[in-house]
């Protein structure tokens, strides 16, 4: 269990549509922890939060467009800080609308 497991998780979704959509799609740490053991990835929840702030990665949001996504998974896209909407990890919006 690592950090660097979850790294290992999201480079692996770079290259997986499949993967990548069910990461997007989703709510909460419970999720990814379970989407990340069905494919051998193992770290805590506490470790996926740890990298998702490093990473400035946020739970899905019906606020966010698959594009919006897209750039923050895989860190492409030129896309400003300040159009995303702040989302908590269970989901309630806060922040800019």
Do not use: C
């Amino acid at each position: 269990m690592s950090k660097e497991a979850v790294i290992e998780l999201i480079e692996a979704a770079e290259s997986n549509p499949t993967l990548l959509k069910e990461l997007h799609s989703a709510q909460g740490p419970e999720t990814v922890l379970t989407i990340a053991a069905e494919r051998g990835f193992e770290f805590s929840e506490s470790e996926l939060l740890s990298v998702m702030q490093e990473k400035q990665l946020s739970f899905a949001s019906e606020d966010l467009s698959d594009e919006q996504l897209e750039a923050i998974a895989g860190g492409k896209g030129n896309v400003t800080a300040n159009t995303y909407t702040e989302t908590t990890y269970n989901g309630k919006i806060k922040g800019k609308k």
